[in-house]
């Protein structure tokens, strides 16, 4: 089986899209999945910018070590869907990824181990069809499916030794800061950002005064611990549960705040009281 040997009674299929709930796209794929395998399916969120496979690899990354051993974590976002890029699927640790050749799966499966990717055969996986535009519910469901199930990874297709990576971005020293990439906002508005705790802790303590610059606009915020250290309505500058830092607003928006895209830079300048 794809999973450690008593660990659970059913194998666990995470899924992660940008296809929204409104629609049966989610639906379906479970409705392949639960043809196939009698499996547990977690939806991390379905609710990932469109097309953003920047924010989807990000997500996936944050999430994945808080589930069990075995489990198959299944990606789409997917807007290469109908070209010629690769359907794929790693082992990396005790995790197993599906999903399209972007880069999405990529981040997770290297913070997992050493990632070992193939190439999907979709005659190996018994895709039943292969539409040109919902390889989700066509390769990727019946490819989870076919791993939780306990098929050996190794004939899943060939392995594959280039494929695309993906990078959240550099971060770089500058005057009396730094500055790195705005990842993506979440449900809440607040801003995610590429720096790392460890990085920024090198550079502000809580308490300091802090100009973030985002684009065009430009607040002075202090760097807290939680969003209630400030008072509502205010920005707040903190390090996010995933270890990343965050640009919020205590009670609003941060990303309506800034009026800024995802991509886009940010720079965190210390002032002095």
């Known amino acids: 089986m ?3 040997s008593d660990a659970l009674t059913r194998p666990l299929i995470s899924l992660l899209t940008d296809f929204g709930t409104a629609g049966g796209y ?72 599906v999903g399209p050749d972007n880069g999405v799966l990529i981040p997770a499966a290297r913070a997992s181990g050493r990632p070992v990717v193939r190439e999907i055969n979709v005659k190996q996986v018994q895709c039943d069809r292969v539409s040109n535009t919902f390889h989700g519910r066509d390769v990727f469901a019946p490819a989870a499916a076919y791993l939780a199930s306990g098929q050996d990874f190794e004939k899943i297709g060939p392995l594959l030794k280039v494929y695309s990576d993906l990078s959240f971005g550099e971060t770089r020293n500058i ?8 990842v993506y906002a979440d449900g809440f508005g607040n801003i995610i950002t590429n720096i790392h705790a460890d990085e920024f802790g090198k550079l502000f303590k809580t308490g300091d005064r802090v100009s973030v610059i985002i684009g065009e606009v430009q607040q002075v915020v202090e ?4 969003y209630s250290d400030v008072p509502s309505g205010k920005p707040v500058v903190l390090v996010g549960s995933h270890g990343y830092i965050e640009v919020a607003v205590s ?9 800024s895209s995802f991509g886009s830079e940010l720079q965190f300048k210390k002032l002095k009281f």
């Not at 953003?52 to 944050?62: P, T």
């Not at 070209?83 to 082992?91: D, F, L, Q, Y």
């Not at 760097?223 to 939680?226: P, Q, V, Y």
């Not at 009670?251 to 009026?259: E, I, K, R």
């Open 2 to 4: 794809a999973k450690d």
């Open 26 to 97: 989610v639906g379906s794929m479970k409705g392949v999945i639960l043809g196939r395998v009698d499996a547990e399916i977690v939806d991390i969120t379905h609710d990932v910018p469109p097309q953003s496979i920047q924010a989807g690899a990000f997500i996936l990354r944050s999430v994945v070590p808080y589930f069990p051993a075995g489990t198959v974590h299944t990606a789409v976002i997917d807007p290469g869907v109908g070209t010629p890029r690769k359907p794929i699927a790693i082992k990396s640790g005790s995790y197993f990824f």
């Open 175 to 182: 005057p009396s800061g730094i500055a790195g990439t705005y």
């Open 223 to 226: 760097f807290r611990k939680t």
């Open 251 to 259: 009670g609003g928006n941060a990303h309506q705040l800034f009026d």
